[in-house]
DNA sequence: CCGCCGTCGAATGTATGAAAGTTTCTATGC
DNA sequence: GCATAGAAACTTTCATACATTCGACGGCGG
């Protein structure tokens, strides 16, 4: 009865991880072909689960299917990635305001742990714990449907900030916005800390290749 | 070259959209069970084409996938819909603000349409017209990302209004409001549409279960 | 020399078969 | 009579075999 890691369940679903997890690192560049049989064989596993997996994996947005004519990694542009900020800056202020009220200690002190692995840690996680941090934010907003859309869109940034050449570092000045933010979370200014989270997240934008930037949708 | 009906490339594309409409229309219910041979018979097809699409709609969020066990219809709690009214009304009085000033007279006319055609048209088709005609509003913001996001909520918050016995039928107020909504747009009354918007969307979810209503997150 | 067409090859899409796990029903022991 | 162990039937899962489609290459004709 130990149980200790959870039974990976199907092979579908560790493929499904496994290529997730190669195109979010950047390791299938965008518009790469995904052959079924040269992944079936480089993993062992016969096309069937292959398959599967790549239809899920099109569903999330990562992949695209061309009928009779295979699979590929799914290009992002950067219009795509204005309007994932875009949707970050109408979202998550929101959930942040609702989480303040409900924050405990506990949620302060991880956020703390993780702007401290931020700083170590390589800057192939950093996106993802950059969405950890948020994450542990919002989370007591208690809005789980939210947030799983939310760590998609985390998700794709993620992918193109790594395909971008640009690579602008802005990791210096997100560890100030993040420590402020987690201060203003602390200390229950919710006015300040939307603020600064509306600031944090255009900042992110700053860099992007000029295109269509997000207002602030007239709410003044 | 006539090639009417465009067949609809490969079979397992063909089952998505089969089970998807039967899950959306609420011929199978919230939990039913979803058993391969009994699909791939009714069908006329295999299984490996019904397992693809199961794997496919588990990433829309309309089916569940336990291993080793099956598949059913996900349930929806109405605290998810009211999470789904929460992003509504939060992406998109944005994307009706940037939409009004590129609105064309196609675009209105389109609109005016499809307000005339939920009349008279029956209640199972009710939900995607209504989107049909709120993606008019919003299209001309050029925002085709937040879209398919926003379409798919619609498309879950249809499938529980329909499993819903309370079926309050709102139609005559939204009918009213998407009309007053329109001459807005037409008047290039940004300001106002949106606050209307605003309201329609929190009018929607008026006779949803006390739960979590969503508030307007502080932005005043 | 250019362009069209038919054949061949490779990869995808579908069907079927075999193995593993789950559920159910029965029969047995207490 | 009830609980439980075990076997049978069913379902899912993965692998393999078959069918189909797309593209490339080369020959043939203009």
């Known amino acids: 009865m130990s149980m200790l890691a959870i039974s990976k369940s199907t092979i579908a679903t560790q493929i499904v991880e496994e290529l997730r997890r190669r195109i979010i690192k950047?390791?299938?560049?965008?518009?790469?072909?995904?052959q079924q049989e040269q992944i079936a064989q480089e993993l062992g596993v016969s096309r069937s689960p292959v398959r599967e997996a790549l239809r899920q994996l099109e569903a999330e947005g990562l992949v695209i299917l061309i009928s009779q004519k295979g699979a590929e990694v799914a290009p992002i542009s950067a219009s795509e990635v204005a309007e994932m900020f875009e949707i970050r800056l109408q979202l998550e202020p929101h959930l942040l305001a609702l989480a303040i009220p409900q924050m405990t200690a506990a949620d302060l002190s991880e956020a703390a742990r993780l702007i401290a692995l931020m700083e170590t840690s390589d800057v192939g996680n950093w996106g993802?714990?950059?969405?950890?941090?948020?994450?542990?934010?919002?989370?007591?907003?208690?809005?789980?449907?939210?947030?799983?859309?939310?760590?998609?869109v985390h998700q794709n940034i993620d992918r193109y900030l790594r395909m971008e050449i640009t690579r602008y570092d802005g990791r210096a000045t997100a560890k100030a916005e993040h420590q402020t933010l987690v201060s203003l979370c602390r200390?229950?200014?919710?006015?300040?800390?939307?603020?600064?989270?509306?600031?944090?997240?255009?900042?992110?934008?700053a860099h992007l290749p000029e295109m269509a930037k997000p207002d602030n949708g007239g709410t003044s």
Chains 1, 2 share one sequence.
């Open 187 to 205: 200390a229950g200014q919710v006015e300040r800390a939307v603020s600064l989270l509306r600031m944090h997240i255009l900042n992110a934008t």
């Open 128 to 152: 993802m714990l950059n969405w950890d941090l948020h994450r542990t934010l919002y989370s007591p907003a208690e809005r789980p449907t939210i947030l799983r859309m939310l760590e998609r």
């Open 26 to 34: 950047g390791e299938y560049r965008a518009g790469m072909k995904l």
